[in-house]
T-cell receptor, first 114, second 109 residues
Framework: DAGVIQSPRHEVTEMGQEVTLRCKPI?????LFWYRQTMMRGLELLIYFNNNVPIDDSGMPEDRFSAKMPNASFSTLKIQPSEPRDSAVYFC????????????FGSGTRLTVV | QQPVQSPQAVILREGEDAVINCSSS?????VHWYRQKHGEAPIFLMI?????EQKGHDKISASFNEKKQQSSLYLTASQLSYSGTYFC??????????FGTGTRLQVFP
């Protein structure tokens, strides 16, 4: 299996622009998680899906952030408009059966908003 | 609600042992352990479920004391490849996984 695939690996954008991050989970994994990692706040859960349905989005920082999972093999995290404080590494992870199984993380997207 | 890890950093020589602790104020159902190397994604090490079991993989093992809501990760006879930042993640039965602040481990020859 190719693992969890994220794109792009790096993204540099100007403040105010829309940013879309993409994730392909491992086939057969029913749960998908979006995490953000910064030095100050560590690894924060933004949102997670079960069978393509958003279950908990309480970690989404503001209305500028939105996430979708239109099918079992694809998810997006969108930031519109982007701000410098959104600069972070964004990880997507998937799990075969939920919160109490090991997560497989993608390589992450390093986002820089200037 | 974020679990507390200790120590924040550990420096070892090859062959030495280390213990990393993780404690939570919430009633836990599971504790996860991950290792992350600089510039890479976190890698899953092991998970412990409510029941106080101890798990092991090669020279890395962990325990879970559900009464104290604590878990410990034991690294025995450390190798250079053990270097990285170790995160615990804790979850109640129905709630999301929350990661600790991490423990940076450096192993020198």
């Amino acid at each position: 299996d190719a693992g969890v695939i994220q794109s792009p690996r790096h993204e540099v954008t100007e403040m105010g622009q829309e940013v879309t991050l993409r994730c392909k989970p491992i086939s057969g994994h029913d749960y998908l998680f979006w995490y953000r990692q910064t030095m100050m706040r560590g690894l924060e859960l933004l949102i997670y899906f079960n069978n393509n349905v958003p279950i908990d989005d309480s970690g989404m920082p503001e209305d500028r952030f939105s996430a979708k999972m239109p099918n079992a093999s694809f998810s997006t995290l969108k930031i519109q408009p982007s701000e410098p404080r959104d600069s972070a590494v964004y990880f997507c992870a998937s799990s075969p059966r939920g919160l109490h199984y090991g997560y497989t993380f993608g390589s992450g997207t390093r986002l820089t908003v200037v | 609600q974020q679990p507390v890890q200790s120590p924040q950093a550990v420096i070892l020589r090859e062959g030495e042992d280390a213990v990393i602790n993780c404690s939570s104020s919430k009633a836990l159902y599971s504790v996860h352990w991950y290792r992350q190397k600089h510039g890479e994604a976190p890698i899953f090490l092991m998970i412990l479920l409510k029941g106080g079991e101890q798990k092991g993989h090669d020279k890395i093992s962990a325990s879970f004391n559900e009464k104290k809501q604590q878990s410990s990760l034991y690294l025995t006879a450390s190798q250079l490849s053990y270097s990285g930042t170790y995160f615990c993640g804790t979850a109640s039965f129905t709630d999301k996984l929350i990661f600790g602040t991490g423990t940076r481990l450096q192993v020198f020859p």
